[in-house]
């Protein structure tokens, strides 16, 4: 299974190090709500999980994604 | 030995001397860069913009230059500005609609950043600015022009995002429409001697263009550009002035792209 990093790096068309555990909406000039569209269905693919309005709105960091995908038996 | 006589090179008259031009959203931006390279090429000018500040900007650049501010979505305050700057220069030949707004809004909101009230409003403002009163200005200056026989152009500011752009919905429907318009206009008004042209710019290096995309977004845009860079709002305003020389150039689009394809 690819890290959390590896898929938003591809998404967000960075270097795996440029996603740091900080990273987010707002550092990520990148990351803007279109590439969030982008993100969500990459992470449903990536880990078979489906996502729900609530968990999409509130992916707007590393860590609060990390939080939402170990919620769901995911090790990012 | 005596000092030959200074060389007196021949007065070649600027190029649009006894020209009239309406510019609408002229007080900054690409406008403001239309107004300059016009009044530089001799013609006459009037500036329609919300803006009064700018508008007094122009004025003390340019004191011939008539400004009349006005919201250009109200139709009537439109035509009654399109009649004081048609009065003031004693006709018109050249309108150029450039007033518009950029604003960004995603079909689907998955953060919920938006309410589904807010994007349908959004849609309605960018379609009022950028095409209702691109529509409704023309045919005020049209008329207006028909009735006294005068023969010009119509120059639209379209853009290439007409093509499509993810996040645009309504500003790429409105520069579509300017391209319908002008085919259309070029038609219609083509028998009266008026031609009808669309300047469609790339990415132009203007403030809105900073505020419409971050940092990151303009460099990685500039990347996109086989020119490797944005235009300069003069080069969108040398294409409006090229549009308004050439009397053969009708109903088309003309691109300032650097070559950039959406
Ligand atoms: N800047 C670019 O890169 C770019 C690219 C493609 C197309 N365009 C088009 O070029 C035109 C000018 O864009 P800009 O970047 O200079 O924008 P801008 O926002 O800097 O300037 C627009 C001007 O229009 C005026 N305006 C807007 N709504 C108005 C209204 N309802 N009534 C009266 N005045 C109004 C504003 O006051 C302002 O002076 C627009 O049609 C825009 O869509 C710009």
């Known amino acids: ?32 709500s279109l590439k969030h569209m982008d993100l969500i269905v990459s992470l449903e693919e990536a880990y078979g999980l489906t996502l729900d309005g609530d968990e999409i709105a509130a992916m707007t960091s590393y860590g609060a994604i990390a939080a939402v995908l170990r919620r769901k038996g995911v090790t990012p | 030995m005596t000092t030959p006589p200074p060389t007196v090179a021949p007065a070649v008259p600027p190029p649009l001397e006894g020209r ?24 006459a000018l009037a500036v329609l913009d919300r803006d009064t500040a700018g508008l007094e900007a122009v004025r ?36 150029v609609n450039n007033a518009g707004l950029i604003r960004n809004a995603p079909l689907v909101d998955l953060l919920r950043r938006t309410t589904r009230a807010e994007r349908l409003a959004l849609w309605d403002t ?32 379209g853009s290439i995002c007409a093509r499509g752009n993810p996040g645009q919905s309504a500003y790429a429907a409105a520069k ?39 940092g990151a977004r303009v460099a990685e845009v500039a990347g996109e550009v086989p020119l490797r860079r ?21 109903g088309t689009v003309l691109r300032v792209d650097g070559g950039l394809v959406m």
């Open chain 1, 1 to 32: 299974m690819p890290t959390l990093r590896s898929v938003m790096s591809q998404v967000l068309r960075l270097p795996v190090d440029a996603i740091d555990d900080d990273a987010s909406m707002r550092t990520l000039p990148q990351w803007d």
């Open chain 2, 126 to 157: 960018v379609i009022a600015t950028n095409l209702t009163a691109v529509h409704a200005v023309t045919m005020s200056v049209a008329e207006r022009m028909a009735r006294r026989r005068l023969k010009g152009v119509i120059v639209s500011i």
């Open chain 2, 176 to 214: 579509a429409g300017i391209e319908a318009l002008t085919a259309t206009w070029a038609r219609e008004l083509g028998p009266l001697g008026i031609r009808a042209v669309c300047v469609a710019p790339g990415f132009a290096d203007t403030p809105s263009t900073h505020a419409a995309l971050t």
């Open chain 2, 230 to 250: 944005l235009g300069t709002a003069d080069e969108v305003a040398l294409a409006v002035q090229q549009a308004i020389e050439n009397g053969y150039i009708n």
């Open chain 2, 60 to 95: 003390a650049d340019h004191p011939a230059v008539v400004t009349v501010p006005v919201d250009l979505t109200d139709a009537d305050a439109a035509d009654a500005a399109v009649g004081t700057a048609f009065d003031a220069l004693d006709g018109l030949d050249i309108l």
């Open chain 2, 20 to 43: 009239r031009a309406l510019v609408t959203g002229g007080a900054q931006g690409l406008g403001r860069a239309i107004v300059d390279r016009l009044t530089a090429a001799g013609a």
